[in-house]
């Protein structure tokens, strides 16, 4: 960056409206009309809180067969592994779902504005069939299916919006599918879709079909529905797999906060006073590279807090460490930085040459830290389930973010600080004490 002086300080004052903008609107929230787009991160419903903090409901299933056969251990396992599935797909990830008892499941959801639909939902046993009309044996089933997303799309004739289930078949469905489509398109008859043995849908298989069937391993379920929450939410239940058993359920009861109501706001003044005393530290110990540095921070909270009033998350005490240890991730990166260039100050170089040999330097450290750490966050959000998740999830966004703040925003205000004239080596010096020497 070597733009002149009056440039670099138009970019600077901009960055810096920049940085107060994306604080403000996480802070506040944004409004298109009459309408809420963002909202604050301190608004209420603009993230969801987990049972730890906000308390919610508790749910108990007992399984059941058709043939009144007993419920077998293993087959509760399977229903288990489902139920943290579709919790997962639905976004609740700090969800609880374990067994009580032979027969029975317990789920504990985040405060939630209709618990008892959600019971329902999850209650859903989501056996997904393809039959030839008129045939008692499917010709797929759900076990031939990769994934199942909810959407909508525009009728042709009507330009009604109307809502489906779009499913992508494995190697083996997509065979299938288009074997039995072709059969149904040679002998002019309908596949009925079903879920639970409720005809859905009975679409018809144009006759243009008929010699290879329909090609590409994909379907959709377009029955009767009436809102995206449908379709979304019987594609997040055929996607986590149909249940072993069928389930009613037994009970349903609210579980209080366990760390109390007003958990969440110590954590999070606790939290505030922390950033603002590594702030401090930071400004007095690297002084202009810090004041730099602390710019940066502000704007990767500013970012961090958008992303979890859009992304909809569920926040818990974990997730909350997750933030407090990205943080740590992005001042320990801004701290490699300054004491590369420190060292590169010290042989003798100007403050820009420090700068650029500085993070050169630093490079590979910094991306060594950060990219075995999120490579950690995608391990425990594969394999792992509720508060677990939430902890991967929030540490994995901040250290990405923390990532780019140390590497790209940090560096841009050096280069603008040295191009606006702070370039003098005396004010890039570390240390505490009258001299500073580097």
């Known amino acids: 960056m070597n733009y002149s002086k009056t440039t670099s300080v138009v970019w600077f004052v901009l960055a810096v409206l920049v940085i107060a903008l994306l604080l403000t609107v996480s802070l506040t929230g944004f409004e298109a009309g009459d309408s809420k787009v963002i909202g604050g991160i301190f608004e209420k419903d603009t993230v969801r809180l987990g049972l730890d903090l906000a308390g919610g409901s508790s749910i108990t299933y007992q399984a059941y067969t058709n043939d009144d056969s007993a419920v077998q251990s293993e ?30 499941i317990v789920i504990e959801l985040p405060s939630i504005d209709d618990p008892t639909t959600a019971a329902l939902d999850f209650m859903q046993t989501a056996k997904l069939e393809f039959r030839i009309h008129g045939q008692d044996k ?9 994934s199942a997303k909810g959407g909508y799309y525009s009728d042709e004739k009507t330009g009604e919006v109307k809502y489906a289930v779009f499913l992508t078949f494995n190697d083996a469905g997509a065979t299938k599918f288009a074997e039995t489509t072709k059969y149904c398109a040679s002998n002019n008859m309908t596949l009925d879709i079903l879920v639970d043995d409720v005809v859905i849908s ?51 009861e609210s579980v209080n906060a366990s760390l109390g109501e ?33 710019l940066s921070l502000i704007g990767y909270m500013a970012v961090f807090f958008l992303v979890l009033s859009i992304g909809k998350f569920n926040l818990t005490l974990t997730g909350i460490a997750g933030i407090v240890l990205s943080i740590g991730m992005a001042v320990d990166a801004n701290v490699v930085i300054f004491e590369r260039m420190k060292e590169e100050i010290r042989g003798g170089k100007t403050v820009k040459a420090s700068i650029k040999s500085g993070f050169k330097r630093a490079l590979w450290a ?34 990405i973010i923390s990532l780019i703040s140390s590497l790209l925003v940090t560096r841009m205000f050096l280069y603008l600080g040295t191009n606006m004239g702070i370039s003098d080596t005396k004010f890039y010096k570390a240390g505490f004490g009258g001299d500073r020497n580097a």
Do not use: H
Not at 264 to 290: C, D, N, P, Q
């Open 75 to 104: 087959g509760m396992d399977d229903v288990l592994e489902v139920m943290r599935n579709r919790l997962d797909n639905a976004g609740y990830t700090e969800a609880l779902a374990y067994r009580n008892g032979d027969d029975m």
């Open 138 to 146: 499917a010709a797929l089933t759900g076990e031939d299916v990769e």
């Open 202 to 252: 009975s679409p018809s298989v144009s006759s243009e079909y008929s010699t290879y069937g329909i090609t590409g391993g994909k379907a959709e379920i377009s029955g009767s529905f009436t809102t995206f929450e449908q379709v979304n939410s019987l594609a997040n239940n055929i996607d986590a797999g149909a249940l072993r058993y069928n389930l009613r359920q037994v009970s349903m």
């Open 262 to 294: 007003n958990a969440l706001r110590i954590s999070l003044i606790a939290g505030g006073i922390g950033l603002a005393l590594v702030i401090l530290f930071m400004i007095l110990y690297y002084r202009v590279s810090g004041a730099w540095a602390a």
């Open 366 to 399: 910094v991306l060594d830290s950060n990219v075995t750490t999120i490579i950690a966050c995608v391990v425990l959000y594969i394999f792992g389930s509720g508060t677990i998740r939430g902890f991967a999830l929030t540490l994995g966004i901040g250290v």
